[in-house]
């Protein structure tokens, strides 16, 4: 036995390097540095984002609770130096979620290890974790693709497990308020046509990669910057983007998402096409 293994242990030296006893229950160390770089979002990582590995994660409330995620408030700070606001999705397990996304969404996907497809069959523990981090996964190398093409989208942080931690899409610079959904809002005509614009931008844009939101609304679009001339439109919720080619309903469900959309701005008054619409996204596509 070394001496060193025989020297007395020095209890208030190791109470001092075991401070994450004494974190608040609502706060961690950092997960930027638990994951590997493939777990992180697209370099060059952006200016405003924490990657210090003495930074804390501090929640600082649930924004909204979904039928198979909830969404938190994370501040990361290093405290007295820097912070950023992220917000937390956190998928459900298999059995604490309210409805199960159609497998028509993941229809012409290709399976991958089987182990994995035949352990969410049979619904083992393992199963239900993989199943969680699946749609977190996906949620998470969707938006990577997206953000990297230039679709506005929140800047994709980091994955781990079943949550995936992204740029925090707030009603004004710093603020703590999240931004509404386009649902909620009531733009003038000026804005209307604004914000239509970035539908069809968008949308485009989805349809020059191929692919399709699959559940596009009012309610899976956050506006920034209501109160001044040209808000900015931010899509969000895209775990269960699909295929344009490949998936057999790719269309239908593109055609879904025109015209949940057009409507929308059709009753509020501005005369908009879905027809119109999906002609120019399959254009794009083809
Ligand atoms: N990056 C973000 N910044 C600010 N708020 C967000 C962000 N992501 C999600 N939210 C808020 O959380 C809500 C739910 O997010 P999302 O739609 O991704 O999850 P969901 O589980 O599909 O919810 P739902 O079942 O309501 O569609 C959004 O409507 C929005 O209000
Ligand atoms: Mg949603």
Known sequence: MSSQEDAPVDWAALRYTALSEELDEDQRWTTWRTVDRSSRGPEPWPRWLVTSQGALDTELGLLKTGKEADVFLLERAVPGAESCLLAAKRYRTAEHRLFHRASSYTEGRRGRDSR???????????????????????????????????????????????????????????????????????PDPDQLRWLWAQVVEGLIRFGALQLVHGDLSPFNVLVRGMDGAEPELVIIDVPQVLDLVSNPNGVDFLHRDCRTMAEWFVRRGLQVDAEVLLAEVLSAAW
């Open 116 to 186: 994995e497809n035949r352990a969410v069959r049979l619904k083992s523990g393992f199963g239900r974790q993989i199943e969680a981090s699946r749609w977190s996964q996906a949620e998470f190398a969707t938006l990577k693709r997206l953000w990297t093409a230039g679709i506005r989208v929140p800047y994709p942080v980091q994955v781990d497990g079943g949550e995936v931690l992204m740029e925090f899409i707030g009603e004004g610079r710093g603020g703590r308020t999240a931004a509404p959904r386009l649902a909620q809002c009531d």
